[in-house]
Nanobody, 127 residues
């Protein structure tokens, strides 16, 4: 599965962005991750079964929402009320081996379980 992210950019605090991830194939489990300079990669959202089940990191709950257009094999991350601490490189990832929603969401804390990764798109939020 090849993944290509787009939609990153620079925005002021309180603004919004929508990230897209175009996939070459379907994976039952998809995820959004981010990595800020000097920090470990962290899970943002896990999406199971085409968006039927979605889980979010506590730091983004209520502000971010992920959706999936299965017909287009495209994953979206809608980011609202952005904060400077959201500044990071954002990655889309696929975990085709996660057959159950529980595994998919649990692996949000274990990025190494995800097999396929995009190259990332930069999000910068200024105060």
């Amino acid at each position: 599965v090849q993944l290509v992210e787009s939609g990153g950019g620079s925005v002021q605090a309180g603004g919004s962005l929508r990230l897209s991830c175009a996939a070459s194939g379907y994976s039952n489990c998809m995820g959004w991750f981010r990595q800020a300079p000097g920090k470990e990669r962290e899970g943002v959202a896990s999406i199971f079964a085409g968006g039927n089940s979605v889980d979010y990191a506590d730091s983004v709950k209520g502000r971010f929402a992920s959706s999936q257009d299965s017909a287009k094999n495209t994953l979206y991350l809608h980011m609202n009320s952005l904060k400077p601490e959201d500044t990071a490189m954002y990655y889309c990832a696929a975990d085709p081996a996660a057959w159950y929603g529980g595994d998919c969401h649990a692996n949000l804390a274990r990025p190494s379980e995800y097999t396929y990764w995009g190259h990332g798109t930069q999000v910068t939020v200024s105060s």
